[in-house]
């Protein structure tokens, strides 16, 4: 069964920190590039993505210099480093992947064929 699952949300305080995880079963994230997305009331926008080819990643300005996405492919899991955190980042926070090696969307886009369910984070004090 193809899954992504979140973890790691939860609430913190204005200026502190959080990891979310993404953990993939039933299939390898080798291939895949990974975004990571959020919603708060609204659209679902772009955070940021990793491509799978080299590592190479994209941060939407707002998150710029804050947040760091990483990958283990060994487990399978990708990662999210949030500091600082603002009262705007508070959002439902979902993990995707993409079936490209070369490029990865910091975009919502069908090309995003798995989801997971998402985490939500709330910066609040």
């Known amino acids: 069964q193809v899954q992504l699952v979140e973890s790691g949300g939860g609430l913190v305080q204005p200026g502190g920190s959080l990891r979310l995880s993404c953990a993939a079963s039933?299939?390898?994230?080798?291939?895949?590039?990974i975004g990571w997305f959020r919603q708060a009331p609204g659209e679902r926008e772009g955070v940021s993505c990793m491509r799978s080819s080299d590592g190479s990643t994209y941060y939407a300005d707002s998150v710029k210099g804050r947040f760091t996405i990483s990958r283990d492919n060994a487990k399978n899991t990708v990662y999210l480093q949030m500091n600082s955190l603002k009262p705007e980042d508070t959002a439902v926070y979902f993990c995707a992947a993409q079936p490209t090696y070369y490029y990865c969307s910091g975009y919502v886009t069908q090309e995003y064929h798995y989801w997971g369910q998402g985490t939500q984070v709330t910066v609040s004090s």
């Open positions: 039933g299939f390898s994230l080798d291939y895949y590039a």
